[in-house]
């Protein structure tokens, strides 16, 4: 197993559409940018990438941040900033105040929907769109109802504040071989977890899921795969799944990625085995082989 530090030197905090926000850029080449999965208050942050950053950043520009309201990123005040419009719009803000110019563009999970969005939207940010193990993006499928997984990790956490064991719950969950889980990234995890900003985000998160956030959810769903229908994505685009995933199961990389190659002028499929959800974490190796050598190429 690689070392799993979080190189500090490399990350600083930037204001952006008014929220303090949590960057990693390092790096030269051509600018990479990493979007990490979950939503409002979840443990998903730029420290998943945290095995992948030394290594692409030998080739590229790497950059990764917090998302709205996750990890050590300000979550919003009102209620209009619980929406997926407001994560797109602090997600570009982002993109746009570090003046990368078109980057190619990886999306993990929700943050695969947020990414093919920029893509759809701001086509002069975006060098190409990879996608990777995104139940959020992927076509409905009554077999693999979305919620399930994750409803099934929240009743079976104990009430009481965050513990080591509680904030593994999920990657333990998610995994194939629970290797990638880190103790490095259990302090981690629980270090966000701990935050009284991860708090209050997290409650008003949990009290707006259904009526706010949700529907503005499935309606950014609906429209981008809308899109994709009508004309396909504007870039190169490569969707990357794991084998063995439980939450985004593999059929569901087969539907989306029929629904994009349909009309994308290049779109391409790769398929890792002996991982799950966090496929980039557990196969780091073929991960990166396979997005280098597509974005190489392009």
């Excluded at 880190?182 to 966000?192: E, G, I, K």
């Excluded at 799950?276 to 974005?295: D, I």
């Amino acid at each position: 197993m690689r070392d799993d530090g979080l190189d500090a030197g490399h990350v600083r905090f930037v204001e952006a559409d008014g929220i303090r926000t949590r960057i990693y850029d390092a790096g030269d080449g051509e600018p990479l940018v990493l979007i990490h999965g979950g939503w409002f208050a979840s443990l998903y942050s730029l420290d998943c990438w945290s095995l992948n950053l030394p290594v692409l950043e030998r080739e590229f520009r790497v950059v990764a941040f917090d998302k709205l309201g996750q990890g050590h990123t300000a979550g919003a005040v009102d209620e209009s900033g619980f929406t997926f419009e407001a994560l797109e719009r602090h997600a570009l803000a982002v993109l746009d105040q570090l003046e990368l110019g078109p980057a190619h563009l990886v999306g993990h999970s929700m943050g695969a929907l947020l990414a093919a969005r920029i893509a759809l939207d701001r086509p002069d940010l975006v060098r190409t769109l990879t996608v990777v193990d995104t139940n959020t993006l992927a076509p409905s499928d009554p077999q693999f109802p979305r919620s399930t997984f994750y409803t099934d990790i929240v009743k079976r956490t104990p009430p009481g504040p965050p513990t080591r064991e509680t904030v593994r719950m999920e990657p333990d969950a998610q995994a194939y071989d629970r290797a990638n889980v880190t103790d490095d990234f259990v302090d981690r995890l629980l270090a966000m977890a701990l935050l009284d900003e991860n708090a209050r985000t997290r409650a008003r998160g949990t009290e707006l899921r259904d009526t706010v956030w949700n529907p503005s959810l499935e309606n950014a769903r609906a429209a981008t795969l809308a899109e994709i229908d009508s004309h396909g994505l504007p870039v190169p685009t490569l969707v990357v799944w794991a084998r063995e995933d439980v939450s985004a199961p593999l059929p569901l990389a087969h539907a989306l990625y029929d629904r994009i190659a349909a009309l994308t002028p290049e779109a391409a499929l790769h398929v890792i085995p002996g991982a799950g959800h966090y496929v980039y974490r557990e196969q780091p190796v073929a991960f990166e082989r396979a997005l280098t050598g597509f974005v190489r190429n392009r």
